[in-house]
């Protein structure tokens, strides 16, 4: 991809056009952030920072300026690269996107913390969870309205088949009886075959509600189904926790995501990141217990829900699936794929204390441990141990700064390492050491 983007970006200066050149000079200078070639990227940045001003390109300039305060983070020159983090958020004015300010906050955290400027990498991390939370929240309300909407007319729509149908087997029925006193006076030798007609209708009323609910049934499971994976979607997982958690969460969440998933889309197609998909959770099916719930949490984080697991067990579960996930390498179209995962887990409720916790700080608390675990180099477990805190108020104060909590150690933390990298071949091999 980056020597297309070179080849690309020389023709356009043969040609002569300017705005062209300035444009394949940002998409070449995003490829240049992810090949470890930050210098390359802020010299390009600064070439195309006039040319795209010239055309009064907002848009683009916004782009270019957030990935030029990247790469000189990347380089070590964090005032510079403050004051064009300020500049996009002027540019950004009247035009807010949560989401893609999201990003911005994740691409800068990550270069942050990968010169070791852990305090920065820290806050903007805070941020960008403040601002998803924020940002989840409204389209998950937005959503829950949605459903509602269109979960009550279905509803009403049932209610009147179900009647409709009643009434007609009400009808049929009487005139049924109707017709068995007439035939029971003028002929009595037809009431036997009137009992049998009578018979095979009332057969026939069942097996078209049998139906009936056999295919309600089968659209609700499919609803509650991941198309790509066939495991559990979000939805089926709030259903189950509605019937059993509404209050009290009891059992062990483990929150799991795939490592550099973004750079195996990028550089090898999303055929190759949907074939990682599906392969890591059959691995995953295949490394809990039958009566574990494996949900695909969105885009390429799962959460598996193990109800009666004991503590001690727990860690041997996430153990488990660090290694089968992650021992043998992805066969796709694009060759074999190293792949690895981190995992956040938890007992609840939390030791030693017991505290009762709602299900969604339940999965808070995993996700949580699961941050710890991509920070410390991914491919790897965190697990909650222990937890310092007398009420439900103190619990809140930790969620609030967990990483300070950690350090503290009013959060104890237990660290399971994943496989080593294997013998690979060598196309595989290519792809975990760009990774």
């Given at each position: 991809q980056l020597a297309a983007l070179e080849d690309a970006l020389r023709l356009?200066?043969?040609?002569?056009?300017?705005?062209?050149?300035?444009?394949?000079?940002?998409?070449?200078?995003?490829a240049y952030i992810h090949t470890d070639q930050a210098a390359k990227a802020v010299q390009l940045a600064r070439l195309a920072l006039p040319v795209v001003q010239s055309?009064?390109?907002?848009?683009?300039?916004?782009?270019?300026?957030?990935?030029?305060?990247?790469?000189?983070?990347?380089?070590?020159?964090?005032?510079?690269a403050r004051r064009e983090v300020a500049r996009v958020l002027e540019l950004a004015q009247g035009d807010f996107d949560p989401v893609r300010r999201a990003l911005?906050?994740?691409?800068?955290?990550?270069?942050?913390?990968?010169?070791?400027?852990?305090?920065?990498?820290?806050?903007?991390?805070?941020?960008?969870?403040?601002?998803?939370?924020?940002?989840?929240?409204?389209?998950?309300?937005?959503?829950?309205?949605?459903?509602?909407?269109?979960?009550?007319?279905?509803a009403r729509q049932r209610d009147l088949e179900l009647l409709?149908?009643?009434?007609?087997?009400?009808?049929?029925?009487?005139?049924?009886?109707?017709?068995?006193q007439y035939v029971g006076v003028g002929l009595a030798a037809l009431l036997g075959l009137s009992l049998i007609l009578m018979g095979?209708?009332?057969?026939?009323?069942?097996?078209?509600?049998?139906?009936?609910?056999?295919?309600?049934?089968?659209?609700?499971?499919?609803?509650?189904?991941?198309p790509l994976t066939d495991?559990?979607?979000?939805?089926?997982?709030?259903?189950?926790?509605?019937?059993?958690?509404?209050?009290?969460?009891?059992?062990?969440?483990?929150?799991?995501?795939?490592?550099?998933?973004?750079?195996?889309?990028?550089?090898?197609?999303?055929?190759a990141g949907d074939a990682v998909i599906v392969e890591v959770s059959r691995r995953i099916a295949q490394a809990v217990r039958a009566e574990d719930l494996v949900v695909r949490w969105g885009g390429e984080e799962f959460l598996v829900f193990a109800r009666n697991v004991a503590p001690d067990q727990?860690?041997?579960?996430?153990?488990?699936?660090?290694?089968?996930?992650?021992?043998?390498?992805?066969?796709?179209?694009?060759?074999?794929l190293r792949v690895t995962c981190s995992i956040g887990f938890a007992h609840f409720p939390l030791p030693p204390a017991q505290l009762a916790l709602h299900w969604e700080q339940a999965v808070n608390w995993a996700d949580m441990a699961l941050y710890t675990a991509?920070?410390?180099?991914?491919?790897?477990?965190?697990?909650?141990?222990?937890?310092?805190?007398?009420?439900?108020?103190?619990?809140?104060?930790?969620?609030?700064?967990?990483?300070?909590a950690c350090s503290s150690e009013r959060v104890q933390l237990q660290t399971l390492l994943g496989p080593e990298p294997p013998g690979l071949p060598e196309s595989a091999a290519s792809v975990e050491s760009a990774d």
């Open positions: 356009a200066q043969q040609s002569g056009g300017r705005r062209d050149v300035a444009l394949l000079q940002n998409n070449l200078l995003d055309y009064n390109d907002q848009t683009v300039e916004r782009t270019l300026r957030h990935n030029l305060s990247v790469a000189l983070v990347l380089q070590r020159q964090f005032e510079p911005q906050l994740r691409e800068l955290g990550e270069a942050y913390a990968k010169v070791g400027q852990w305090k920065e990498a820290l806050r903007l991390y805070h941020e960008e969870r403040a601002l998803s939370a924020e940002t989840a929240r409204r389209n998950r309300d937005s959503a829950l309205q949605q459903l509602r909407l269109k979960y009550d007319s279905e409709r149908r009643e009434q007609t087997l009400k009808d049929r029925e009487l005139g049924n009886r109707r017709l068995a095979v209708m009332l057969a026939r009323v069942r097996e078209a509600n049998r139906r009936l609910k056999a295919n309600q049934s089968l659209l609700r499971a499919q609803s509650e189904r991941d495991l559990a979607n979000r939805r089926h997982f709030l259903a189950v926790m509605d019937r059993h958690a509404k209050d009290v969460f009891t059992g062990a969440l483990l929150m799991i995501d795939i490592d550099h998933f973004k750079h195996v889309n990028d550089r090898h197609g999303h055929a727990l860690q041997l579960l996430a153990e488990r699936i660090l290694f089968i996930v992650g021992e043998q390498p992805v066969q796709t179209a694009a060759g074999a991509k920070s410390q180099g991914r491919n790897r477990a965190r697990g909650i141990v222990t937890v310092e805190a007398g009420d439900a108020q103190a619990l809140i104060q930790i969620e609030a700064d967990f990483d300070a």
